[in-house]
């Protein structure tokens, strides 16, 4: 089971944080990459939780936690690509993975952002023991 609790998304920043603490006037969040901890002020950036965070689909919304479980599950046949190929490659894997998403509401920079949140993870070992 993945678990993306606490784990933040936070705009402007390329990297994804640990929440480590929460303020009145922002959070403090630890980078993931480099495991320093900083303050950001809710005043100057949106903070989104990857545990609230979906995909949309014709019929509902499928959490980001069960995409990356679907993108794991059809690794073997149809590898998970980088977020820097090519558009038209990023929608037709999309396409084949999860033929249910939405077209019209999922844009390719959300996918785009959902293939980069994936490999970040994934590097960082939170889907070892999902592939096992």
């Known amino acids: 089971m993945i678990n993306l609790d606490k784990i933040i998304?936070?705009?402007?920043?390329?990297?994804?944080?640990?929440?480590?603490?929460?303020?009145?006037?922002?959070?403090?969040?630890?980078?993931?990459?480099?495991?320093?901890?900083?303050?950001?002020?809710?005043?100057?950036?949106?903070?989104?939780?990857?545990?609230?965070?979906?995909?949309?689909?014709?019929?509902?919304?499928?959490p980001l936690k069960e995409v990356y479980e679907i993108f794991i599950s059809k690794n073997e046949t149809n590898p998970i690509p980088l977020h820097n190929i090519p558009d038209p490659e990023i929608k037709s894997y999309f396409e084949q993975v999860l033929p249910q998403y939405d077209p019209y509401k999922v844009h390719v920079k959300d996918m785009k952002k959902c293939l980069k949140w994936y490999h970040q993870l994934?590097?960082?070992?939170?889907?070892?023991e999902v592939k096992e």
């Open 9 to 62: 998304a936070v705009s402007t920043q390329s990297s994804l944080f640990s929440l480590v603490a929460s303020r009145s006037n922002g959070l403090i969040l630890e980078d993931l990459s480099n495991k320093k901890q900083n303050f950001f002020s809710s005043r100057i950036y949106q903070f989104s939780p990857l545990e609230s965070i979906g995909i949309y689909t014709l019929t509902d919304t499928i």
């Open 122 to 128: 994934n590097q960082l070992g939170y889907f070892n």
